[in-house]
């Protein structure tokens, strides 16, 4: 069944075919969505504009989150080529590579300004500019992760960020509760991106979460991907300001059995 037919949504945060954005698009094509994108850097482009091509043919708009004036350009291009939409996928996050190692405390000034920047406000600059391209009922998600609420040595600002993450999704919820669109967070276990390797002993965290989890396992961009159909469909229709986990039920665990857990 084609849970998302007619349904347009606009994904962010594509960088390769690895990325957990892109498992969400992925099956939200395969759902009937029809897809926009948004890159920021050439670096990108062509692996954002090989994946629109793949599903649908949708277009793929080049875009800085951090510029006032690129967003509104947005905005304007995003209702010339497809009118509504009903679904915005925030999977932006960046952080100084510097500022992920070592103690918090030796976060920069700068570095914590560009963290929260990127991968928190972003998500309230993004709904802000789109605001009223959002159909009524439209589905807003974020992806957050277990470090916003836990500590996860090496993760450092990035834990913070994903904290105010949170705080924005529940208050971007109320405020947009009354159009009776619903904001959400999607928390995901650890998965192997470009991004997550630049996280220090990141391939130990693999190892504890299938040692340590109900499910013995990781997870990949299409279990996230399988949430995201769920949440953009109308059968979360009353499913608003809370944090989705999909980790195979690592963050329930308190004590871990076993020596490699």
Same mark, same amino acid.
């Given at each position: 069944?084609?849970?998302?037919?007619?349904?347009?949504?606009?994904?962010?945060?594509?960088?390769?075919?690895?990325?957990?954005?892109?498992?969400?698009?992925?099956?939200?094509?395969?759902?009937?969505?029809?897809?926009?994108?948004? %890159?920021?850097?050439?670096?990108?482009?062509?692996?954002?504009?090989?994946? =629109?091509?793949?599903?649908?043919?949708?277009?793929? %708009?080049?875009?800085?989150? #951090? #510029? $006032? +004036?690129?967003? *509104?350009?947005?905005?304007?291009?995003?209702?010339?080529? %497809?009118?509504?939409?009903?679904?915005?996928?925030?999977?932006?996050?960046?952080?100084?590579?510097? $500022?992920?190692?070592?103690?918090?405390?030796?976060?920069?000034?700068?570095?914590?300004?560009?963290?929260? $920047?990127?991968?928190?406000? #972003?998500?309230?600059?993004?709904?802000?500019?789109?605001? +009223?391209?959002?159909? $009524?009922?439209?589905?807003?998600?974020?992806?957050?992760?277990?470090?916003?609420?836990?500590?996860?040595?090496? %993760?450092?600002?990035?834990?913070?960020?994903?904290?105010?993450?949170?705080?924005?999704?529940? /208050?971007?919820? /109320?405020?947009?509760? +009354?159009?009776?669109? !619903?904001?959400?967070?999607? #928390?995901?276990?650890?998965?192997?991106?470009?991004?997550?390797?630049?996280?220090?002993?990141?391939?130990?965290?693999?190892?504890?979460? +299938?040692? =340590? *989890?109900?499910? !013995? !396992?990781?997870?990949? *961009?299409?279990?996230?991907?399988?949430?995201?159909?769920?949440?953009?469909?109308?059968?979360?229709?009353?499913?608003?300001?809370?944090?989705?986990?999909?980790? *195979?039920? /690592?963050?329930?665990?308190?004590? /871990?059995?076993?020596?490699?857990?």
């Amino acid at each position: 069944m084609s849970l998302l037919e007619g349904k347009t949504a606009l994904v962010t945060g594509v960088a390769n075919r690895w990325s957990i954005a892109t498992g969400i698009a992925r099956a939200l094509h395969a759902h009937g969505a029809r897809l926009a994108f948004i %890159y920021q850097g050439e670096r990108v482009k062509d692996e954002v504009e090989k994946l =629109a091509a793949e599903l649908g043919g949708g277009k793929a %708009y080049a875009c800085d989150v #951090s #510029s $006032d +004036e690129a967003l *509104a350009a947005l905005a304007t291009e995003l209702a010339r080529d %497809y009118g509504k939409h009903d679904v915005l996928v925030h999977s932006i996050a960046f952080v100084n590579k510097e $500022d992920l190692a070592g103690k918090v405390y030796t976060t920069s000034r700068g570095g914590f300004a560009l963290a929260l $920047d990127i991968s928190a406000f #972003s998500l309230i600059a993004l709904t802000n500019a789109l605001v +009223e391209v959002l159909n $009524d009922g439209a589905s807003i998600m974020a992806m957050t992760y277990l470090g916003s609420t836990a500590i996860v040595p090496n %993760y450092n600002v990035a834990g913070i960020s994903k904290g105010a993450l949170e705080s924005i999704v529940r /208050y971007l919820a /109320y405020d947009l509760g +009354e159009r009776g669109i !619903r904001v959400n967070a999607i #928390s995901a276990g650890p998965i192997s991106t470009a991004s997550s390797r630049q996280v220090k002993d990141f391939k130990s965290m693999l190892i504890k979460v +299938e040692n =340590a *989890a109900p499910l !013995r !396992r990781n997870i990949t *961009a299409a279990d996230v991907g399988n949430l995201a159909v769920y949440l953009a469909s109308d059968l979360s229709s009353a499913i608003t300001a809370d944090v989705h986990f999909v980790d *195979a039920g /690592y963050h329930a665990m308190g004590m /871990y059995p076993g020596k490699d857990a």
